[in-house]
Structure formats: structure tokens, C-alpha cells
């Protein structure tokens, strides 16, 4: 991005006048890496930050600008992603196991491992026969209790108070000349 705007600046002086051309002159420039420490090495720096430095001052006015839109997009796409991510633990709960033990079935089948009847009762590994079915025990016991820890787990990460917190900090943001300003999420940010 530097040496394009640098490109363009120099054929501009060069049309107008300003630059001499000859050999030698007008070479690709790029700023020096900060990790050059050799003797002189400041100089260069400071030399290539002079060359480059209306391409620098727009660079960081591009950063400063891209930046902060990209940050309230971001907040927004945070919070969205945590809901659907509740959503979907939710939904994959209540509809996901028959589509789990589709696959193992059919993985079973292709390794010649025999399937077990889901509707005989649950035996415990010391041969101890339960009144609970194979069917409950894996989808119930197992199932449905580890996605309710991930949902727990997810839930303690994002709480409905952290979400709300994110979703209204975008109304506070002074990026943009305050674009993002909002009345009523600065309003109930004031609450929580």
C-alpha cells in the first residue's frame, strides 16, 4: 500500500515539475525494519519515514478509520456469534442425537462392529442389569448431560449480563464521530 501511494505521489511531482528524473532517481522506497540495529541504522530510518511520510500520515489515518468501524463491527458480530452458538447447543440437544447415532451405526457397520440394540436395558460395566434402556442411558445420561456442562460452561464464559455489556458498549464508542451513538443502549448500559 506505501509504495503504491508512493508510486502515484512521485508520477504526480514528476508531471507537475517538482521531481527531476534521471537514472538512479525515484527508486522504490519502503520504510527500513525496525530490527536493523547496525551502525547508521537510525539515520536510515529516519530518512525513510521523511520519504514516505505523506504515505504514512495516510496510512494511519486509513488504520485510525478501518479501525474503529472494524471494531463496532466486530462487537456486533461477537455478540451475534455467542447467541447462535446458545442457539445452536440448544437446538443440537433437543434434535442431535438420532443424527449421532446414525453415524456411529453406519460406522459400525462399516468396520463390522456389532450394534447394540438400543430398547434392551442398560447393563453397567460389573454386569449389573438397570431399569434404564441403552436408548437413555446414551442419550440422557451421556448426551444430553455433556452438552447441558458445554452449555453451562458456555453460559459462566458469555453471561446474559457480559452480552448485554458488549452489545451496548458499541453506544459509547467514540469511532466514527460518535456514528454508533445510541440513546437507549447508553441508557441501559447506565443500568447494568
Request: proline share 2%.
Amino acid at each position: 500500500m506505501i509504495r503504491e501511494m508512493q508510486k502515484e505521489r512521485v508520477t504526480v511531482e514528476i508531471g507537475i515539475g517538482e521531481t527531476e528524473t534521471g537514472r538512479w532517481l525515484n527508486q522504490k522506497i519502503s520504510l527500513v525494519r525496525a530490527g536493523d540495529t547496525r551502525w547508521g541504522s537510525d539515520f536510515r530510518k529516519l530518512v525513510s519515514l521523511l520519504n514516505l511520510f505523506a504515505e504514512v500520515v495516510a496510512i494511519l489515518k486509513y488504520v485510525k478509520q478501518e479501525g474503529s468501524t472494524l471494531f463496532n463491527r466486530n462487537q456486533e458480530n461477537a455478540t451475534l456469534l455467542v447467541k447462535g452458538t446458545k442457539k445452536a447447543l440448544l437446538v443440537f440437544r433437543k434434535y442431535g442425537f438420532p443424527q449421532i447415532w446414525k453415524k456411529v451405526c453406519a460406522f459400525c457397520e462399516n468396520h463390522s462392529i456389532r450394534i447394540m440394540d438400543m430398547l434392551e436395558y442398560y447393563v453397567t460395566p460389573p454386569n449389573h442389569k438397570t431399569n434404564k434402556t441403552n436408548q437413555h442411558h446414551f442419550e440422557v445420561v451421556i448426551f444430553k448431560a455433556i452438552l447441558d456442562m458445554k452449555n453451562q460452561d458456555f453460559g459462566d464464559r458469555f453471561s446474559e449480563v457480559g452480552m448485554e455489556l458488549m452489545e451496548n458498549m458499541a453506544a459509547s464508542s467514540h469511532c466514527d464521530s460518535f456514528s454508533s451513538f445510541n440513546k437507549a443502549k447508553l441508557l441501559k448500559l447506565s443500568e447494568i
